[in-house]
């Protein structure tokens, strides 16, 4: 689009509240007080370099001086695109969700961009051409994938082909280091299983997420690999998949609490899943941790609530979505984030009253 269709873009901005004795502020006051043309203030709001910098912070400080703002759709107009980032998810947690909504906007505050959410559904035909009809449809700046839609490397495939910006949330890496944010779940997985080691626990069992689910993957191999390094075999009848949810804890914890001997600790891949372990060992009458030890995985509120307070692996979530979106708003994407190569967050165990060592 010509530099002459951007002006008359910003021209259809939304006037902003002015600090003059007019009361609205356009782009036609600031070129005028700024002896500029319109092209200019233009220039400034699109971040051109064809502007001299004693000219920008001219402009810049009149604007912010007048409360003048240019709308966000007559911008998009401009571009032929919006200023909107889309997150991308399928069956969260919503404690999970909640969290990456929060570290997206923290991110995209004062950035003029917002945040659009898309639930889809992974495993219903077409949910590919679902979220490219969405991006092409809002004229998204860019698309945060989180687990699993992030683990589908067809999905990838199908955005770089609309020419659609995208970071992938997962547990390893997928794609080109500027696509990616990772979560290390392998090694918190290992890390969980130490700690239950280290309290003397040698008859443990694992509740998994589901198997197409890269990070329960990567959880329960950490939690396995970890084990054999130190002498104990988990056996696949103390491993039970389960759902991410309350209630295929409950079961799990149901399927392996009866049989013999028991296990002395569990260690369920996310806090929902800790949470069922809790209430299938009240039905059976097992305290915890007196008679069986329980870690989770996520920190989440639940994790805090239960009583007693749950072992469990801290994700920083909120990190999570402020570092995916930041990466999307860098200049001259994906290259400046290349150059942010390595881009992760580590999930650490925190310590509460779930765990203890076993009964002799």
């Known amino acids: 689009m010509s530099n002459d269709a951007k002006t008359r873009a910003h021209e259809a901005a939304a006037p902003a509240t002015g600090s003059g004795t007019h009361g609205k502020s356009t782009i036609n006051d600031v070129a005028r007080l700024a002896g500029v043309s319109k092209k200019t203030v233009s220039r400034v709001i699109n971040d051109s370099p064809l502007v001299r910098p004693d000219t920008r912070q001219k402009i810049l400080s009149l604007m912010q001086e007048m409360g003048y703002a240019p709308d966000p759709q007559a911008r998009g107009l401009a571009f032929r695109r919006s200023f909107l980032i889309g997150l991308v998810f399928d069956n ?52 945060i994938l989180i687990p699993r839609v992030s683990e589908d490397q067809a999905l990838a495939d199908a955005l770089k082909e609309i020419g659609c910006r995208y970071v992938r949330i997962a547990s390893v890496p997928m794609d080109e280091p500027a696509n990616m944010v990772l979560t290390h779940d392998r ?20 509740i998994t997420g589901p198997k197409r689910y890269r990070s329960s993957i990567e959880r329960g191999g950490g939690f396995t690999e970890a084990l054999a390094k130190r002498g104990i075999e988990l056996p696949p009848e103390r491993v039970y998949e389960g759902g991410y949810t309350f209630e295929s804890g409950v079961a799990g914890a149901e399927a392996l609490l009866t049989r013999h001997p028991r296990p002395t600790a569990i260690f369920a891949c996310n806090d929902e899943m800790a949470a069922g372990v809790y ?20 920190d989440s509120p639940l994790a805090s609530q239960l009583w007693p307070a749950l072992t469990t692996l801290r994700l920083p979530v909120r990190d999570l979505g402020r570092q995916a979106a930041a990466m999307l708003l860098a200049e001259n994407w994906p290259r400046a984030a290349q150059a942010q190569a390595g881009i992760s967050v580590s999930p650490h165990l925190v310590v509460r009253d779930s765990c203890q060592p076993p009964q002799a």
């Open 92 to 143: 969260p947690t919503a404690q999970y969700i909640v969290n990456l909504q929060y570290g997206a906007l923290d991110a995209l505050r004062d950035s003029g961009f917002e945040l659009v959410v898309h639930p889809c559904d992974s495993k219903s035909e077409g949910y590919i051409e679902g979220i490219k009809r969405f991006a092409q449809q809002q004229k998204l700046y860019g698309v």
């Open 187 to 206: 090694q918190a997985g290992a890390e969980a299983a130490n700690y239950l080691e280290s309290l003397g626990h040698r008859r443990v069992a694992l």
């Open 279 to 298: 209430k299938a060992a009240l039905r059976m009458g097992l305290s915890i941790p007196g008679d069986l030890s329980v870690v989770g995985y996520d």
